[in-house]
């Protein structure tokens, strides 16, 4: 839940309704950030391989990425990322969502419109440092993915609670 309301609003602000403000800096800082680093310490106590990596690597992304947007202001221009150094670090993150996304094959079918939804929006975002047409558009496909997010979390906990698929999850068949 914490990357899906984080994601739709930094979103929101790409698709031109508002600018990026406190509001999306302190939720990429504590609920994009903070508490999915602790959803990944958690996850590790549980084995959980991929959560454990998904929830700390996404955890960490908003920590750093709200430092990006916040450095610059709190008199620390000199370290504000240029065009080539902020089109490299969306495409990294975008090369690990592919990869995330593989592993993602064998969970569930909500997990894979997470991922695969990611990974096209940090390519577009990417390509949007440099076309703003294509960071709008990059914000209304960044709202589904985190609507998305938010979809498979409270379906998760919905389930659990309820001891049945109240939502489904659309499970991975075994071949």
């Not at 508490?35 to 929830?55: D, H, L, S, V």
């Not at 990059?138 to 309820?162: D, F, R």
């Amino acid at each position: 839940m914490g990357f899906g309301i984080t994601t739709v609003l930094l979103n929101l602000s790409n698709a031109g309704y508002f600018s990026v403000d406190s509001i999306i800096l302190a939720m990429g800082l504590f609920y994009g950030g903070i508490a999915q680093i602790i959803a990944g310490a958690m996850e590790f106590r549980k084995g959980n391989t991929f959560g454990m990596t998904a929830f700390l690597s996404y955890g960490l992304f908003w920590e750093s990425f709200a430092f990006l947007l916040m450095l610059p202001h709190i008199g620390l221009g000199a370290f504000a990322p240029n065009t080539a150094s902020l089109q490299a670090y969306l495409v990294m993150w975008g090369i690990f969502t592919l990869l995330m996304f593989i592993g993602t094959l064998k969970l569930n079918g909500a997990l894979m419109i997470v991922f695969g939804t990611l990974f096209i929006l940090f390519f577009l975002l990417a390509a949007g440092v440099t076309n703003s047409s294509i960071t709008t558009y990059a914000g209304y496909e960044g709202i589904l993915c985190g609507l998305s997010a938010m979809y498979a979390a409270i379906a998760q906990l919905l389930n659990e609670v309820y001891g049945k698929a109240v939502l489904p999850l659309f499970p991975r068949r075994a071949s």
